[in-house]
C-alpha cells in the first residue's frame, strides 16, 4: 500500500525549492550581462557563420513527400554501382527528410572521380523498390542527371571529377 501524501505538503516542498534555487539580484544582473555579451559576441564572430567545409554537397529535388528518408551513396569506382551501395560504396548517408527536403554532404573526400546514386527510401526498407517488371516504385537519381532508360546508368555517365574544393551540386529524383 502506497503511502498517502498531503498536496499541501508538496505544495509547501516545492516552494521552498524554487526559493533554494533563488539568485541575489546583483549576481543575476551580473549573469544576464555577461550572457548579452557572450551571445553578442558569437553572433558576430565569422567562425559562427554558415559556412560549409570542402567536399561534395549534393542537394535533392523533386522528393515527392516527407515520408521515409533519402539515402546517398558515394562510389569512387564502378564496382557496385549503384545497385549495391552498402557493400561497395565509398561514403553512404541516410538523411531524414524534412518538408520535402534533404541534403547530403560528403566531406573530407580526396580528389578523384566519383558517382553518386540517390534513392527515396519511403518505406525505410533500405532498398529501391520496384514493381513486379522491375520499374522503380520509388525515386531515384544520379548525378550528372544519367538517366536510366533500360537499367541503371554506368558509373561513366553518371561520374563526375572532384577537385578537393566545394562543390555544390543538385540531383533531381525521378518517379
Known amino acids: 500500500m502506497e503511502p498517502r501524501v498531503d498536496p499541501r505538503d508538496a505544495a509547501r516542498a516545492s516552494k ?13 544582473a551580473r549573469c544576464a550581462a555577461l550572457l548579452a555579451a557572450l551571445a553578442l559576441a558569437v553572433a558576430s564572430t565569422p567562425a559562427f557563420t554558415q559556412a560549409t567545409c570542402p567536399g561534395i554537397h549534393v542537394k535533392i529535388l523533386n ?3 516527407s515520408t521515409g528518408t533519402v539515402a546517398c551513396a558515394l562510389f569512387e569506382s564502378a564496382e557496385g554501382f549503384p545497385i549495391e551501395f552498402l557493400h561497395s560504396a565509398t561514403n553512404v548517408m541516410v538523411i ?3 518538408a520535402t527536403n534533404a541534403r547530403c554532404d560528403f566531406e573530407d573526400i580526396p580528389p578523384g572521380r566519383y558517382a553518386i546514386a540517390v534513392i527515396h527510401d519511403e518505406n525505410m526498407n533500405g532498398k529501391l523498390d520496384t514493381d513486379w517488371v522491375g520499374i522503380p516504385t ?5 548525378s550528372n542527371d544519367a ?4 537499367g541503371a546508368p ?10 578537393g574544393r566545394n562543390l555544390e551540386m543538385t540531383i533531381s529524383l525521378n518517379y
Open 154 to 163: 554506368s558509373f561513366a555517365a553518371a561520374s563526375l571529377l572532384y577537385d
Open 138 to 142: 520509388e525515386g531515384y537519381g544520379f
Open 147 to 150: 538517366k536510366a532508360l533500360f
Open 16 to 28: 521552498l525549492d524554487l526559493m533554494a534555487l533563488r539568485i541575489p539580484r546583483s549576481l543575476g
Open 63 to 65: 522528393i515527392r513527400n
Open 96 to 98: 531524414k527528410i524534412r
